[in-house]
């Protein structure tokens, strides 16, 4: 290792390894919650579609006896009643009495025994009430679904809540839950287990609870269990993820040693580069497809050790991303870029200068206080400098990345979208960003082959760009066919080799100047010769 970030990485692949380990419980909670919550949400709606289905039948039933019987507690009537309650699972009694509550007649002709435990309840869509009450010697609460028949008397079906006793249910839950069902105004119903605990629970008490109601009646189900009880039956599976946490974590510690002592990686030495500013510009020219005029400059850059040897940016750009050296090398870069194009600058008012900025510039506002420090005592203005964007990682849509744009865009200068069409982003979202040039990626421009007369892709991402009043720069043009084809469409700048390639400062400046000359003198000079 040359570089002290070398070691870094060591440790923070010796402190990645246990992280399986750490993770382990916070895993298998989570496994277990989802798996609990799901069992109880599945719990409670079995239970309110059995209210529902049993309430509904007692509702269908009694409407079927009123509209069977031309009047009430006559032989038809009470035969009516008791086929109905024949032919269903959950009908107990139908019952005819006045307002106040004095009994005409039942279905076997005796006195109903019923105490109510709820007030009468509208139930929203239907024309019946639902009351809560206590049935004879039924363990379990009954609901009396009540219909008026004239003016004075009143029908009521009489069905159970659920068909299977508070005993059964008991049996049925796991321990430490509890179920309790309660009219949507807060009247308790049924309570089945300890729900003390659950309501006594304070914000973040870990229980897993579930709650539904039963269709459109005014019912209430609710469902706890303490997590921990739930938790404890994981007891097997915790052990087991932890034995493959522990063999895993050793596993990557040793793969990471054995991989960091082995590499040669140039990437381990680019933060002593960044200091010794082996990382140098180089500059690509932007041309008019239209007059040949030079506009600007991409600043791209390479890595130039001191053995001579020339390492291109695909070879470290993403680790200075990930690690955060892309901050501190762009910085170098704009020092570079300051004291080489200076000059040339003066000499040329209106060249464009574009730096590539990183996604993880704007999770900071620093770089406009860098960009101001470095560019705001020098000759090149800020209305000359463009910053791109890649749209290769996707642009969080922030208030910091809000507020890095809005200050570049306040100090005068632009945003262009780098690679537009291949990642993240569409250009609707791009519009509020508030990116001025969108360039269009060498993959879309590959496409135009000799004898192309049409690319929908491209000729549409043109279009788009258009429509949202972006310049539009180029990219990767490198034959004929390719500058006529973009120019035809109204593309009016780009670059790529059949232009020129990436320049030192030496070759660029003298290619600028030239170029300036040249079109000072004869400023509707075509650049591609045939298409005159």
């Known amino acids: 290792m040359k570089s002290r970030f070398s070691h870094v990485l060591m440790l923070m692949g010796a402190i990645l390894a246990f992280v399986p380990i750490v993770a382990v419980d916070y895993l298998l909670d989570a496994y277990v919650q989802y798996r609990q919550k799901a069992y109880a949400q599945q719990y409670v709606e079995t239970i309110s579609s059995r209210i529902n289905s049993g309430a509904m039948d007692g509702v269908s039933t009694l409407r079927q006896v009123i509209a069977a019987s031309p009047s009430l507690c006559t032989p038809t009537f009470v035969t009516n009643a008791q086929t109905a309650i024949e032919g269903s699972l959950n009908l107990r009694q139908v019952l005819v009495e006045n307002l106040d509550g004095v009994q005409y007649c039942d279905a076997y002709g005796r006195v109903v025994s019923y105490s109510p435990l709820s007030q009468p309840l509208p139930i929203p869509g239907l024309t019946e009430t639902m009351t809560v009450v206590k049935l004879g010697d039924l363990d379990m609460p009954a609901l009396k679904v009540t219909q008026t028949f004239g003016e004075t008397r009143r029908v009521s079906a009489f069905v159970p809540m ?35 605990g659950f309501d006594r629970r304070v914000a973040g008490s870990d229980y897993v609870s579930a709650q539904g109601y039963a269709g459109q009646f005014p019912i209430k189900v609710e469902y706890a269990v303490p997590f921990a009880m739930v938790r404890a039956d994981y007891a097997d599976l915790d052990v087991v993820f932890t034995i493959i946490a522990c063999v895993s974590s050793a596993v990557f510690l040793l793969l990471n040693l054995s991989y960091v002592r082995r590499s040669r990686v140039p990437a381990f030495d680019l933060e002593r580069a960044i200091e010794r500013n082996e990382i140098k510009p180089y500059y690509q020219p932007v041309i008019n497809l239209r007059t040949g005029e030079l506009v600007g400059c991409e600043v791209l850059c390479r890595w130039e050790k001191r053995n001579g040897q020339v390492i291109p940016p695909g070879a470290f750009i993403d680790y200075a991303e990930v690690t955060g050296l892309a901050i501190p090398m762009t910085v170098s870069l704009m020092q570079q870029v300051r004291n080489d194009l200076g000059d040339l600058s003066k000499t040329m008012p209106d060249m464009k200068i574009s ?72 250009l609707a979202y ?46 990767g043009v490198e034959t004929e066919e390719q500058a006529l084809y973009l120019r035809s469409r109204g593309v009016l700048h780009a670059q790529g080799y059949i232009f020129a390639p990436a320049l030192k400062i030496g070759a660029y400046r003298e290619l600028a100047l030239a170029l300036h000359a040249t079109t000072k003198n004869q400023p509707r000079l075509e650049v591609v010769a045939s298409a005159a």
Do not use: W, Y
């Not at 005993?167 to 309790?180: D, F, I, V």
């Not at 791009?430 to 060498?442: C, F, H, N, S, Y």
């Open 162 to 196: 659920l068909g299977q006793s508070e005993t059964s249910l008991s049996e049925n839950l796991p321990n430490g839950a509890m179920m309790r069902v309660t009219l949507t105004n807060g009247l308790s119903i049924m309570t089945i287990g300890d729900p003390s």
């Open 355 to 426: 730096i590539n900025l990183f996604e993880g510039h704007f999770r900071d506002v620093g770089i406009v206080e860098d960009v101001q420090a470095i560019f705001g005592q020098s000759p090149i203005s800020f209305r000359q400098l463009v910053f791109e964007i890649t749209e290769r990682r996707p642009l969080n849509n922030s208030m910091t990345t809000t507020s890095v744009i809005s200050g570049l865009h306040a100090l005068g200068a632009r945003l262009a979208m780098d690679d537009a069409g291949t990642g993240h982003s569409n």
């Open 430 to 475: 791009l519009a509020t960003l508030g990116v001025d040039v969108i360039k269009i990626d060498r993959i879309f421009v590959d496409m135009i082959k000799p004898g192309t007369t049409q690319v929908p892709v491209l000729d549409g991402l043109i279009a788009m760009a258009k429509d949202l009043d972006c310049e539009i720069v180029a990219e």
